[in-house]
């Protein structure tokens, strides 16, 4: 937490003038900072930040569940994002995340038993171009069916037992 | 054999996700294992998505473009084209039918300069816009030539750019903002990405001469935070710029001050809507408020703001270079300029067009998009998002053009243009849509949040078979009243992919309602799975692939279906690798 508390005084600091000189308007950067160090935003984060802009803790936490960017579980180690854009849905996203859900057992916004992946859907990666498209981690899948997604988490189920 | 300039790569975002990383590397490891020089450029996206990753040479005779690129193909344009002299024609795609019918102002330069480079910028007349404004332009003439132009607002609302600048202009005090929304939120839609991405400098400029044009000081972009690479160089550009006087305390010598800082958004489509926007900066929830006061009056900490959307402010640039007849010479009506299309969905070239205003739909899909994929008919085009609507193909003629759109149903919107064909449903997609409205809807009005959850609950109902005939009437006289009583555009363009699918498509509507039947096969809960038996090898792939155990050996040498137990998820459809399984919709009609 002292990476975070540090930032809370360099971003205070910074903008002390009468453009970001009011603290309230440093609350989605603190908590856009903690969830990029810590991967989620705990209730301890979410204490410091209110301390740190001077409200209270539920105006900090009603911001915090207002934006889908937030996550307030810890995420698993390997982050699968389904694109579910228009062109995405058009060209057969639904099946995709269907058999993702049944390959992992989990449905969105979840995470494995052994804590391996973690699945969401997203509204639009912006390569409609390679539609169905899905992340993992930081990887882009394009052009993606139903056929291939057993082979592609095969690959990191294997590098885990590394 | 022609002198090799440069040689550019493309580095978006999408060309990123298609290789363009891997393609770099290998082209400069060939590159120095051949001990040979050649500058590699860096460039954004020109908009040929379809082709990613694309790699342009530069020689003295012209420019040829290579597509669709691995590793290999990086090595072979290397090997034989920059030291052998000879293009490579097997990797060659043709852009010719995809740009000879564009006009690129807001693009001009995407995909040709280095958007890290200020130089590459200012060497294309960049800065000059601005370097003559402050020179020789009150801030009135700067607004009379906005509104002479005829710039509206790019994000889809159409308000005219220059008036919205002089009702900012007007309004007194020290401290007043420009905000460029960058809140791009629209599934399917990417203009503001890859401009940002592309060309972020030409964004800048716009700010500051909005800045001078009504009296601002500070410059804020409001940016989604999906957009990570767009954030990293806008960063980088407002340094630089800052760095050359071309941001920050008396520009070029002037009197005028102007500061830029980027505020990342978190995930909220409703923050695309200018006092929802206005709330999450100051750190609220993004909830919208009444109007008035208008931003103009009252924006971010209550001081007099302008908001202009990102295509809005880089066409901006380009009018104060080349003048107002010069921009309004392009388009039609009250449409002037031109308008930046992110072209997806059933198409041959999906990717990022820009247009003159007044282009028909059918020319865009087809002299532009190259046609439907597969040579399917067109059925719609949905125009402008979750707030947009579908235009059939029987009014593909429609040219893009504000009013006329309007007359459709649809809007001219942010520029998310997405081509169905007949194997898109269109109760799906008003579904699909409406899905994405009712999650994103803040809930402070009563309509949007339960109306439109009803109408999703109705249109789910439709798509699994259980839906009744009255419905349709329900739907329609439900969205009228969501439009009516709704605060923000959110909710007032919410029913807009409901209600034109509902005016054009009614058959289809009703062909679900009475028959049971989903037409273009993609409502799950209405079709069903046949094995025909000639076809059927029996090698029990779809047996395998069933999640249900439905699929067992008939009497013959193949595998029968128990619709009872059949969950119409379609697996064994799609893994067999016959042809066999047949998809059906409709009742079964009486043997």
């Known amino acids: 937490m002292n990476t975070l508390s540090s930032s809370v005084q360099r971003t205070t600091s910074a903008d002390s003038g009468p453009f970001d000189g009011r603290r309230q308007g440093n609350i989605i950067p603190l908590l856009q900072e903690a969830q990029e160090k810590f991967g989620y935003i705990s209730e301890e984060h979410i204490d410091k930040v209110a301390h740190a802009t001077g409200v209270s803790a539920s105006v900090v936490y009603g911001v915090a569940t207002f934006y889908s960017q937030f996550r307030l579980r810890a995420p698993g180690k390997h982050m699968i994002r389904v694109c579910e854009g228009t062109a995405c849905h058009v060209l057969g996203a639904g099946d995709v995340l269907e058999a993702l859900k049944m390959h992992l057992g989990i449905d969105v916004g979840g995470t494995t038993a052994d804590g391996r992946f973690s699945l969401e859907s997203v509204r639009c990666l912006g390569c409609c171009s390679l539609a169905p498209a899905m992340v993992i981690d930081d990887e882009t899948y394009g052009r993606v069916t139903p056929n291939k997604i057993g082979k592609i988490l095969e690959t990191y189920r294997k590098e885990g037992n590394e | ?591």
């Open chain 2, 1 to 591: 054999m022609s002198a090799i300039r440069e040689i550019r790569v493309g580095l978006a975002t999408c060309g990123i996700a298609a290789g363009a990383d891997r393609v770099l590397s290998a082209l400069k490891a060939s590159l120095s294992s051949s001990g040979t020089d050649v500058p590699i450029r860096r460039v954004g996206c020109v908009g040929m998505c379809y082709n990613e990753p694309l790699v342009d040479v530069v020689t003295d005779d012209g420019v040829v473009t290579y597509g669709n690129l691995d590793e290999k193909g990086a090595r072979r344009i290397i090997d034989e084209h920059v030291l052998g002299g000879e293009p490579v024609d097997a990797l060659r795609v043709d852009s010719d039918d995809f740009l000879s019918r564009q006009v690129r102002i807001v693009l001009e330069n995407c995909g040709i300069i280095d958007p890290e480079s200020l130089d590459d910028y200012r060497e294309r007349g960049g800065y000059d816009g601005l370097n003559r404004v402050l020179k020789d332009m009150s801030r009135q003439d700067v607004i009379d030539m906005i509104t002479e132009a005829g710039l509206r607002g790019r994000g889809g609302g159409g308000f005219p750019t220059g008036l919205k600048w002089s009702l900012a202009e007007r309004e007194a005090g020290p401290e007043k903002y420009v905000i460029c929304n960058a809140d791009e939120g629209d599934p399917g839609a990417f203009m503001d990405r890859s401009v940002l991405e592309g060309d972020p400098h030409r964004v800048l400029e716009g700010m500051a001469i909005a800045g001078y044009a009504i009296g601002a000081t500070h410059g804020i972009i409001y940016v989604r935070a999906e957009y990570p690479l767009a954030i990293a160089r806008l960063k980088r550009a407002i340094a630089d710029a800052s760095g050359a006087g071309l941001l920050g305390d008396r520009i070029l010598g002037s009197d005028f001050s102007f500061g830029i800082k980027i505020k990342a958004g978190a995930g909220a489509f409703v923050c695309g809507e200018e006092t929802a926007l206005i709330a999450s900066i100051e750190g609220r929830r993004g909830m919208p408020r009444r109007r008035p006061p208008y931003p103009s009056e009252s924006g971010v900490w209550g001081r007099p703001t302008c908001i202009n959307n990102v295509e809005t402010l880089a066409n901006v640039p380009w009018i104060t270079r080349h003048g107002a007849e010069a921009f309004s010479a392009y388009g039609m009506g009250k449409s002037r300029g031109t308008k930046v299309f992110a072209l997806a969905g059933r198409i041959r070239h999906s990717g990022l067009i820009e247009v003159p205003m007044g282009m028909t739909i059918r020319e865009i899909v087809y002299d532009i998009g190259g046609g439907i994929l597969d040579d399917r008919p067109l059925k719609a085009v949905q125009m402008g998002g979750p707030s947009g609507g579908c235009i059939p193909e029987a009014l593909a003629d429609t040219p893009v053009d504000y009013e006329e759109l309007k007359t459709t149903g649809a809007i001219v919107g942010s520029g998310g243009m997405i081509v169905l064909d007949d194997s898109s449903c269109m109760v799906d997609i008003a579904r699909f849509f409406l899905d994405f409205t009712q999650k994103e809807s803040c809930g402070k009005c009563t309509f949007c949040r339960i109306g439109t959850k009803r109408m999703l609950e109705m249109l789910t109902r439709i798509c699994s078979g259980e839906g009744v005939p009255e419905d349709l009437e329900t739907l329609v006289t439900l969205g009228e009243k969501v439009k009516a009583n709704s605060l923000c555009g959110l909710g007032q363009t919410a029913p807009n992919p409901v209600l034109t699918t509902a005016k054009y498509f009614r058959d289809e509507y009703m062909a679900h309602l009475v028959d049971g039947a989903c037409p273009a096969k993609v409502c799950k809960p209405l079709l069903r799975y046949e094995i025909d038996p000639e076809t059927c090898r029996d090698c029990k792939l779809c047996v395998k692939g069933c999640p249900t155990g439905a699929i067992s050996q008939g009497d013959g040498a193949y595998q029968t279906i128990d619709p009872d137990v059949c969950v119409q998820c379609g697996r064994c459809h799609q893994v067999c690798p016959f042809g066999a399984i047949a998809v059906e919709t409709g009742k079964v009609k009486a043997q």
